[in-house]
Every structure is written in C-alpha cells, then in structure tokens.
C-alpha cells in the first residue's frame, strides 16, 4: 500500500543523504507502513535507541513508548529512525552531539542548528515528512530557522513530556518541525492532551486546525524593536521589516513596540536551566541506566562514569546549576533568575493587552559554518529571542521567510499562553 511506498522512499533518501548530513542517530530500517516520521533521539521508542546523543547513554534501549510516539503509531505514523540532537538538546547547533555534527541541507558546510538539528534537517532534505523535536529555550524554533522549515513551540502543558529525556521540566515542551504549517497543525491535533503520566498536562481541547487554510480577521501585530538591535544580521533586520509590510498588506494592524525586557533572557535562562539541569541529570550515575565505568568504590564509579560519559557542554552546565542552587549563593542567583522570569512574563501579558501576536527574528543570525563558533556565550545569545516563549510557556512558532546571503531566515510568531490555534492559523495565512 501507499504507508509501505511512503516508508520505503523515506529510507531510501535516509540511505542517499545522511552520511553526508548525519540527520539520524539511528534509522530503524524495519519501520512498519505508514507516514515516516523521524523522532528526536531524547524521546522513547520502545525497542529502539534513545542515546540523547551522548556517551553515557550510548547503548540504552527505551522500553517503553513516549506518550507522543503512542499517540503517532496509532494514527499510522510510523518511525524511521530517531534524529540526531546536542547531547541532552543542550546547545544550538548539534555540535555538541556526541555522534558528530548534523550538517545544513542548505549549505552542508553550515550547521543545522540546535538542539533539534537533526529533525530540522531530515525534514528540510525530505528524509522524513515530519519530526518532532524538544524546545528548552529554542531548539525547535532556530533549527527550523536554519533549515527553512517550520517548527512549532506549543503552549506549556498543552504536550505530554512523558517518555522525553527532562532537561529543564519547566521549560521543555514536544512539538512539530514540518514543510509547512498545516501539517504542524496536524501533528498537534494528534499529540496534544491532558496525560495522567505528565501531571503539567492541561485539559483543553484544542482544534489546532481550525484556522487553517481560512482568512484571518484583523490581528494585530507588535514588532519587537529588539528585532533591530546589535547582533542582529542585517539581512535579518531586513526580513522582519518586509514581513511586518507584507502583514500589513494583508490587512493587519503592524506597531513597532519596545519589549525591553527581553534583554534579561538569556541571563534568567542561562541561571535556571542549569539548576534544572543539575538535578535532572544525577540520575545518570552509572547505576540506573546501564553504561557504567567500574571502579574500587562508588564514589570512584559515579566520578569515572560521569566523567566520561557526560561531555563539556553538560558538564559546565550541571556545575553552573550545582553552583547557582548552593545554599551561599541561592539568593542572589536562582532566587533573583526565578523573580527575573516572572518580570519578562508579567511583559510579555502586557503586551498582549494590546496585540494578538509578538514579532522578532526567530535568530539574531543564519546557519554558521560547522567549527566556526568556539564560546560557550557565543551559542548562549543565539538564544535571545526564543528563550522568552519558553520562560512564559508561550505558544510560538518559526515560519520561513525568505533568506539572508541565500541563507533561509526564520520569523518567530508569538501569542499568548494556549493562543496555538491562532498562532498556527496567522502563520500558515502568512505563509
Ligand atoms: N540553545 C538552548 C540551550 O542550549 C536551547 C536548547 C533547547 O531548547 N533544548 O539550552
């Protein structure tokens, strides 16, 4: 049938590209018929791997199915392979994988972006119609971005996290990296709902389609004019002011608006994901998870383990977390991040007081080439204009809008909290 034609073609293109741009961590070449779909390898798939692209996760096999992936196999999906990722999706451009780098499908001297580069880039390439990635404060957003695809951020609560690795739980969230934005919405309408297993599941039963494809009433849009400050390419600075006219021509309302607290985004990021980070990750003590690294006693063995399973991006992050969460520096770091966060997120409501949806660049800059970036901070304000959604629990989406030296750009459009269905609805209008 048609789902065995889809499969076959999906793995074919998989065997042509990938050793060029490493999209995949794993492909399950027994795939069942259905629509191919490639999973970022920090979610279950029961019987395959979920390395999360490091070393100390290296040989576990997931026993179970992530709620997400349940939901997909039952609706005749069916999982091509598990894509590739920054180990433990920390970073912004699957660098920091400890499979080697995803390359851009764009330009394969270049970066695919992060964390989930390697389903922004099986989906770019035609590896895979769709994939679903995991966003902490970005990683589907830039990936798509660099990629020239769409990829969407839900809602805090609107997707079960059951079955995905946690890296900063009040942050993280599941969602679609797709060609276009119905499909996004498609893919919603199937993993979105309240689940006993993620107690931050909300009930709302969302038809994240029902704009789709229909004329928008007049919105109105606020520009962030962050979207013009130093460090943003001016190519980039360009596109935002085409995409505000162009909303404008299709009969919204366009107001450039000053949302200074975004500048405070990646510093309040950059404090709580760490802390989050390092209690998430003590569970991998080379006990519970298999690889481990036998030594005399067991503090030698959690140090050999750890030591060498994790790599340094990790590491800097579970000793930035241990340090901030210390008891002699609580206060001044976590607390303050924590009052820090809700100030941007108190802002950010304000703003939709008066407008139906946020604008800025979805990155300040393009797809970099592979090796080129070397600063920890470097890849930290890559972040800037992602971060906020995830620090409010926003819905937001990134939307392909032309390029930039031929290299594509992506507009990020924000609404507010369980706003998914009008986000969804504007940009695929825009689109
Ligand atoms: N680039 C950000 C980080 O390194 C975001 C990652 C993500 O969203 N998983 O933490």
């Given at each position: 049938g048609y789902g065995e034609y889809l499969v076959k073609t999906s793995l074919e293109v998989i065997e042509k590209e990938d050793s060029v741009l490493n999209a995949f961590i794993s492909v399950n070449k027994d795939a069942k018929p259905g629509i191919p779909i490639g999973i970022k390898d920090n979610i279950n798939v029961k019987g395959l791997g979920t390395t999360c692209a490091s070393k100390i996760l290296k040989d576990y096999i997931a026993p179970y199915d992530a709620t997400v992936v349940k939901k997909l196999k039952?609706?005749?999906?069916?999982?091509?392979?598990?894509?590739?990722?920054?180990?433990?999706?920390?970073?912004?451009?699957?660098?920091?994988?400890?499979?080697?780098?995803?390359?851009n499908p764009h330009d394969k001297s270049r970066v695919a972006g992060g964390s989930s580069g390697g389903s922004a880039a099986a989906v770019a390439s035609g590896e895979v119609v769709v994939a679903l990635g995991?966003?902490?404060?970005?990683?589907?957003?830039?990936?798509a971005a660099f990629c020239g695809v769409v990829g969407f951020?839900?809602?805090?609560?609107?997707?079960?996290?059951?079955?995905?690795?946690?890296?900063?739980?009040?942050?993280?969230?599941?969602?679609?990296?797709?060609?276009?934005?119905?499909?996004?919405?498609?893919?919603?309408?199937?993993?979105?709902?309240?689940?006993?297993?993620?107690?931050t599941t909300v009930e709302r039963n969302i038809d994240f389609t029902q704009f789709i494809g229909k004329k928008m009433p007049k919105k109105r849009f606020a520009i962030a004019k962050q979207?013009?400050?130093?460090?943003?390419?001016?190519?980039?600075?360009?596109?935002?002011?085409?995409?505000?006219?162009?909303?404008e021509s299709l009969g919204h309302e366009v107001e450039l608006v000053d949302i200074d607290e975004i500048k405070y985004s990646v510093a309040t990021y950059y404090i709580i994901a760490p802390a989050e980070v390092s209690s998430n990750l003590s569970r991998f003590d080379g006990v519970k998870y298999g690889y481990r690294i036998s030594a005399e006693g067991l503090r030698e063995m959690y140090e050999k383990t750890r030591g060498y399973g994790f790599g340094e991006e990790v590491k800097r992050r579970i000793l930035i977390g241990t340090f901030t969460l210390s008891s002699a520096y609580y206060d001044a770091y976590f607390e303050k991040a924590q009052k820090v966060r809700r100030k941007i997120s108190k802002k950010l409501s304000e703003v939709f007081e008066n407008y139906d949806f946020i604008v800025t660049p979805t990155s300040p800059i393009t797809a970099f080439e592979v090796g080129s970036v070397s600063d920890p901070l470097v890849y930290y304000l890559m972040d800037i204009f992602t971060i906020p959604a995830n620090l409010a629990g926003l819905p937001a989406i990134s939307v392909p809008f032309g390029k930039s030296q031929n290299l594509p750009v992506g507009i990020q459009i924000m609404g507010p909290r369980f706003s998914d269905a009008l986000v969804l609805g504007i940009a695929d209008e825009i689109e």
């Open positions: 039952s609706m005749n999906f069916s999982i091509v392979g598990k894509t590739n990722l920054d180990e433990f999706a920390m970073g912004a451009s699957t660098e920091y994988s400890a499979f080697g780098p995803t390359r995991s966003d902490t404060g970005g990683s589907i957003r830039q990936p951020k839900p809602s805090y609560g609107l997707v079960s996290r059951y079955g995905l690795v946690a890296f900063a739980s009040s942050l993280d969230q599941i969602g679609p990296i797709t060609k276009n934005v119905e499909d996004s919405a498609i893919v919603m309408n199937i993993i979105a709902g309240k689940d006993e297993m993620d107690s979207s013009f400050g130093e460090g943003v390419d001016d190519g980039i600075k360009q596109r935002v002011d085409e995409f505000a006219k162009f909303v």
